[in-house]
């Protein structure tokens, strides 16, 4: 991939600004930890796994700046990076499960010195970061095979390059599909409000020469009622024990439109996405967005000023609308209670 999502470089954090693609490819330069966590917030770094490296190399920035006489203050102000980096965005798990790693491995290090400590948290972070590639290409692996030969994939919201340290989830399915020979196409939806789909994905697909056809979301059931969609592969924010899924606001709808046409709809996610503490996708908390993200179109009004808006961000999937959870430990199908626990267990 000819593009770097996040690394850590020079003990500062390099981001591909996501506001400013497919126009301008500009990565900033981050040197404290309350501006990483401004730039999840903002979106200037998104996608579930990006998002979980990116508060890991956030804590380790944070741990950085810290002055401290006693390793209780050191511990004490730590804990208040990691907090800072968990009000950042709710829905995506992998945030929560970055920020737990992170904070185990300091603990762990407890009785070393303050500069070992700060040291083994810059590692881990890096760790986190290259261990996602890793299993992304994994997914992809595992993914490629349930993927026809000459297949027309259709893809919402971005899950690509863009939302992990590299290749993606939904997008690593694809990758792994067409680097194994298959010629397939993508359909993209565009994804409003944020349109991750029209500016993200169709952009590294197009970078990748992978053939992709953009449509907007309410085309998606056009298509697959004329039999030109053969499958559905999508990314996730967080997996319940039961299955359900929640992922960008409007898969719930193609996933609904797929069973109605016969066309199996999968999942990809790390098993970091998984969140078992969950029963089912009713308890996944759903962030609620700014209602400019629906008015405003880059910054032109699209919608009278004054009217009432609704901006979910994610919605929940229920696991009966889909047809395999992809993992980089193999693909669940079926009875996803036994399966997903089977995976982290
Ligand atoms: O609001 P975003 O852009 O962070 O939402 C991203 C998605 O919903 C992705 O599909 C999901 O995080 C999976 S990314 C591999």
Redesign the pocket.
């Known amino acids: 991939m000819s593009f770097r999502t996040i690394e850590w470089r020079d003990n500062k954090v390099i981001m591909i600004d996501q506001t400013r693609l497919p126009g301008e490819e500009i990565y900033n330069e981050y040197e404290d930890f309350q501006s990483v966590a401004e730039a999840i917030k903002g979106?200037i770094i998104?996608?579930?796994?990006a998002?979980g490296v990116a508060a890991a190399m956030g804590i380790a920035l944070g741990a950085r700046e810290i002055i401290a006489d006693t390793h209780e203050s050191f511990f004490q102000q730590l804990s208040n990076v990691c907090d800072v980096m968990a009000r950042t965005r709710p829905t995506?798990v992998n945030l929560f499960w970055a920020i737990k790693r992170m904070k185990r491995v300091a603990d762990a290090h407890r009785d070393r010195e303050l500069a070992y400590i700060r040291e083994v948290l810059r590692l881990e972070a890096i760790r986190i970061e290259e261990e996602d590639l890793e299993i992304c290409k994994a997914i992809g692996r595992h993914g490629a095979k349930l993927i026809p030969e000459g297949a027309t994939v259709l893809t919402h919201?971005?899950?690509g390059g863009l939302?992990?340290a590299g290749y993606?989830?939904?997008l690593g399915v694809i990758r792994a599909a067409h680097d194994a020979g298959k010629k397939i196409k993508v359909f993209a939806d565009e994804t409003r409000p944020?349109l991750?789909g029209a500016r993200l994905t169709a952009w590294e697909l197009m970078k990748d020469g992978i053939p992709v056809t953009l449509i907007s979301d309410n085309m998606a059931g056009f298509f697959m009622h004329k039999g030109e969609i053969t499958c559905c592969v999508?990314?996730?924010?967080r997996i319940a024990a039961n299955g359900d899924t929640a992922?960008?606001i409007g898969t719930y709808s193609v996933a609904v439109l797929a069973k109605e046409n016969n066309i199996p709809f999968y999942v990809a996610?790390p098993v970091s996405t998984l969140d078992l503490s969950l029963a089912g996708g009713s308890d996944i908390p759903i962030e609620e967005r700014h209602a400019r993200e629906v008015t405003h179109l880059h910054g032109f009004p699209v919608a009278p000023e004054g009217i009432s808006v609704r901006n979910p961000?994610?919605d929940v999937t229920p696991a009966r609308y889909i047809a395999g959870i992809i993992t980089e430990k193999g693909v669940v199908r079926g009875d996803y209670e036994r399966g997903l626990k089977k995976l982290v267990g």
């Open positions: 979106m998104r996608g579930a796994p998002i995506a919201c971005n899950a939302a992990t993606g989830t939904a944020w991750q999508v990314g996730a924010d992922n960008k996610a961000a994610f």
